[in-house]
């Protein structure tokens, strides 16, 4: 058996339809879900992946995995993916960039900006301003979200002039979204350089959201 036949059949075989209807609820019914809480998905896909996931090709797992209905196999391909860090290449955008449509939602690109790009970029920061590029142009503003959460654990190695750039193009956006990931990226880096956010705050009129957000921890 390889992994997505393994997972298949042990994430169904714990199948829990109350788990199942409070988790479409928090999710706004816009996705199916098998019932699998958190931490039992983590046990179950860390055995699997011990036994099947090593010696598997990481793009075609991840790629069948997310394919799936279910939530919970999203997860998982997300998962699978930071599991195969030492293998990526090129293709790691591309799959990214054909995940993040407009049916996306914030559970899966808040994993695949900070937690997948964020490593990416830094793996192979030739690649990062095209895809910067091209995704700030998207009619799709999830991928945009992306742009601006990519180096939230990034501290000093923060690339600001970046950061501004894409935070003041996008500055205007009534998205929800957007206002808050603005926020949320301003308010992290304020605890590596918390007069630099203060002054970039000061100095450009944000949205009442994001400028609520970034300084939510400065005094």
């Given at each position: 058996m390889n992994f997505?036949?393994?997972?298949k059949?042990a994430?169904?075989a714990l199948?829990?339809?109350?788990?199942?209807?409070?988790?479409?609820?928090?999710?706004?019914?816009?996705y199916?879900f098998?019932?699998?809480k958190k931490p039992?998905?983590?046990?179950v896909f860390k055995?699997?992946?011990?036994?099947?996931g090593r010696t598997?090709?990481?793009?075609?797992?991840?790629?069948?995995?997310?394919?799936?209905?279910e939530?919970?196999?999203?997860?998982?391909?997300?998962e699978?993916?930071?599991?195969?860090?030492k293998?990526?290449?090129s293709r790691?955008?591309?799959?990214?960039?054909?995940w993040v449509?407009?049916s996306t939602?914030w559970?899966?690109?808040?994993?695949?900006?900070p937690?997948v790009?964020g490593d990416?970029?830094?793996l192979?920061?030739?690649q990062?301003?095209?895809?910067?590029?091209?995704?700030?142009k998207?009619?799709?503003f999830?991928?945009?979200r992306?742009?601006?959460?990519?180096q939230?654990?990034y501290?000093s190695?923060t690339d600001?002039?970046l950061?501004?750039?894409?935070?003041l193009?996008?500055?205007?956006?009534?998205e929800?979204?957007i206002?808050k990931a603005?926020?949320w990226v301003?308010?992290q880096?304020?605890?590596?350089?918390?007069?630099?956010?203060?002054?970039?705050?000061?100095?450009n009129q944000?949205?009442?959201l994001?400028?609520r957000e970034a300084?939510?921890?400065?005094?």
């Open positions: 997505v036949g393994a997972i059949e994430f169904y199948d829990n339809p109350e788990n199942a209807y409070w988790m479409r609820g928090y999710m706004r019914d816009q199916p098998i019932g699998i039992e998905r983590t046990l055995s699997l992946y011990m036994q099947f598997e090709d990481w793009y075609e797992v991840c790629s069948e995995l997310f394919s799936l209905p939530r919970e196999f999203q997860y998982a391909a997300m699978y993916m930071l599991k195969a860090k293998s990526w290449d790691v955008p591309d799959l990214i960039d054909s449509n407009a939602w559970d899966v690109v808040d994993v695949l900006g937690k790009l990416y970029f830094l192979f920061p030739d990062r301003d095209w895809w910067v590029a091209r995704w700030m998207s009619p799709i999830w991928h945009q992306l742009c601006i959460l990519f939230l654990s501290k190695k600001l002039e950061l501004r750039e894409v935070i193009n996008l500055n205007k956006s009534n929800f979204f206002q603005i926020g301003l308010r880096y304020a605890r590596t350089d918390a007069d630099w956010v203060r002054d970039f705050v000061e100095e944000l949205k009442p994001s400028k300084l939510k921890h400065i005094s």
